[in-house]
T-cell receptor, first 115, second 116 residues
Framework: GNSVTQMEGPVTLSEEAFLTINCTYT??????LFWYVQYPGEGLQLLLK?????DKGSNKGFEATYRKETTSFHLEKGSVQVSDSAVYFC??????????????FGKGTKLSVIP | GAGVSQSPSNKVTEKGKDVELRCDPI?????LYWYRQRLGQGLEFLIY????????KSGLPSDRFSAERTGESVSTLTIQRTQQEDSAVYLC??????????????FGPGTRLTVL
């Protein structure tokens, strides 16, 4: 079956530090890959996505590249801000036998950025 | 509406009671998903609706869980004879009808269920 493994947190960084959150996946098909973010007190929202190998998703200074050869989709940001403090979820979408495009999520990584 | 809405936002119930959770998807989104997020865990898929097709129920953890959807609008998730392990945040998501792996799913704020 499908699975997503992401680095466990919590991760605490100083403002302007470089961020990497590792994510690897196992899929039976050829999935699309996503990073979702959950800010404190808010709902889950899409951060970025990539739908085919070597695609780079980017948004709000975050980026991740779909690496088929290493089955990875690591999230990076060059300079984090306090406002980036949130829980980050890596996920994949692969069509199930019953036809749905359900998301399979990692367990989430909590990021705290301190001034 | 502007986004996916869910009600109630919080529900506290006693073990053995039935609960009903509601989801209003984004207008025009024919695909609707329910997920569960238990403490310290990622989201788990529960059930999927797409238009008038038969739902994908493969993620429902037991026969105490069921869900319905009226056409392409509101969905309700029902948990019968609740157990303490049902305590979780239940999230609903909808997406546009493009039948594409890369479709973005838009999530509601969730219902936090606590079973005492």
């Amino acid at each position: 079956g499908n699975s997503v493994t992401q680095m466990e947190g919590p991760v605490t960084l100083s403002e302007e530090a470089f961020l990497t959150i590792n994510c690897t996946y196992t899929a039976t098909g050829y999935p699309s890959l996503f990073w979702y973010v959950q800010y404190p007190g808010e709902g889950l929202q899409l951060l970025l996505k990539a739908t085919k190998a070597d695609d780079k998703g980017s948004n709000k200074g975050f980026e991740a590249t779909y690496r088929k050869e290493t089955t990875s989709f690591h999230l990076e940001k060059g300079s984090v801000q306090v406002s980036d403090s949130a829980v980050y979820f890596c996920a994949l979408s692969d069509q199930s036998g019953a036809g749905s495009y359900q998301l399979t999520f990692g367990k989430g990584t909590k990021l705290s950025v301190i001034p | 509406g502007a986004g996916v809405s869910q009600s109630p936002s919080n529900k506290v119930t006693e073990k053995g009671k039935d609960v009903e959770l509601r989801c209003d998807p984004i207008s025009g989104h024919t695909a609707l998903y329910w997920y569960r997020q238990r403490l310290g865990q990622g989201l788990e898929f529960l059930i999927y609706f797409q238009g008038n097709s038969a739902p994908d129920k493969s993620g429902l953890p037991s026969d105490r869980f069921s869900a319905e959807r009226t056409g392409e609008s509101v969905s309700t998730l029902t948990i019968q004879r609740t157990q303490q392990e049902d305590s979780a945040v239940y999230l609903c998501a909808s997406s546009s009808p493009r039948y594409f792996l890369g479709d973005t799913q838009y999530f509601g704020p969730g219902t936090r269920l606590t079973v005492l």
